[in-house]
């Protein structure tokens, strides 16, 4: 079993985010998907459509074992591989349960991948890291929406500075 059992904090954490963001007709984006929870669970919260992606082939089929065993099949689409897989694509929401370091390293992919009022989830992030990711994102252009925690874990909800306003 590969990470993303549901049993992590940071999985549970994506999984509070993705609850309150996915709206009807969501196109998502599970970078690192690790066993695909994040985008079975969008599908099952009323996305339209998911993309699961992992740079690990055994990952990937992990993810599509769960798939077929979550009924999802005609809505998720698992791809081994990164990001550059994915050619144009663009998604109202992407979601990456990883660590820090990943992240920092794949934030310019992520944000191409991103529709210009998308929302972007972000877990993996040890809270004593936090100061020095927001700094991070203070050379992005993007904003925090929301911050949640559980032990010494956090995810953040984040959306483009120049998405057009909300409701």
């Known amino acids: 079993m590969s990470f993303g059992t549901g049993h992590h904090e940071t999985t549970r954490l994506c999984l509070v985010l993705l609850q309150e963001y996915i709206r009807p007709g969501t196109r998502v984006l599970d970078f690192g998907s690790g066993t695909g929870i994040q985008a079975i669970a969008a599908i099952k919260l009323g996305a339209r459509s998911a993309v699961a992606i992992d740079n690990d082939e ?3 089929e992990n993810a599509r074992e769960n798939v077929k065993k979550n009924r999802v099949t005609g809505s998720v689409k698992v791809i081994p591989g990164d990001v ?8 109202d929401l992407v979601v990456a349960n990883i660590d820090m370091p990943t992240i920092t390293k794949s934030m310019t992919d992520l944000l191409k991948k991103l529709k210009p009022d998308g929302i972007l989830i972000l877990s993996g992030l040890l809270a004593s890291d936090l100061a020095l990711f927001m700094d991070f994102l203070s050379h992005r252009d993007v904003v925090p929406l929301e911050i949640v925690d559980e032990n010494e874990w ?4 984040l959306t483009n500075v120049h998405a057009p306003d909300r409701d």
């Open 58 to 60: 055994w990952a990937a």
């Open 84 to 91: 550059q897989r994915l050619s144009n694509q663009k998604f």
């Open 154 to 157: 956090v995810a953040v909800a």
